[in-house]
Structures are given as C-alpha cells and as structure tokens.
C-alpha cells in the first residue's frame, strides 16, 4: 500500500494546475519501474489474496495483473517514445525484468 500511495503522491506533483505537459515521474520506484503505481496495487492485491485464501480474491489479483500489467506496458512504450532523454534501464512493471 505503501508503494501505491507514495508513486500516486509523485504522479499527482508532477503538473501544476493548468498544465497540460506530460513529465517524468521520478524517485520512489520509478526509478526503477515506468509503472510504480500499478506495481503498488498489483502487490496490495497478492497480499489481500494470501491473506484471506480465498478464490475470488485469487482471481481478482490476477485479472488486476493482467489488466495493470498492460497498462504498465503501454505506459512503459508511451514514455519511451514521448521522451528522448526516457532512462533506458527503467523496466515497464517489474524491476530488472519486464
């Protein structure tokens, strides 16, 4: 949950009101991920699931990653094609590897 707010927190700082320009989110896990929200919501949604062992709340965690998951990638490609200066190191959802 942590994760989550905290990369919502920077996304929300990143224009002033009236700004209609599109900036890098950086710091927190975005230093390291292109989707630090939606990586935030995915492990909120895993932990719900272990925690109450149930089967809804094992499928509502996996169709939120697939549905996250594409929208980090999206994002991700979105980014790297808007900004020259993009890191190239920074992964679409998951650290080091997508």
Known sequence: MGINIHSD??????RKPGEVI???PQGGLFTY???ANFLGEIIEWIGYALAT???PALAFAFFSL???GLRAFH???F??????DYPKS???LIPFIF
């Not at 927190?9 to 990143?14: A, D, M």
């Open 33 to 35: 991920v292109s989707g």
């Open 75 to 77: 994002h991700h490609r």
């Open 90 to 92: 920074r992964k679409a």
């Open 53 to 55: 062992w149930s089967l």
């Open 66 to 68: 697939c549905f996250l």
């Open 9 to 14: 927190c920077i996304l929300r700082q990143l």
């Open 79 to 84: 980014y790297l094609k808007m900004f020259e």
């Open 22 to 24: 599109y900036r890098i």
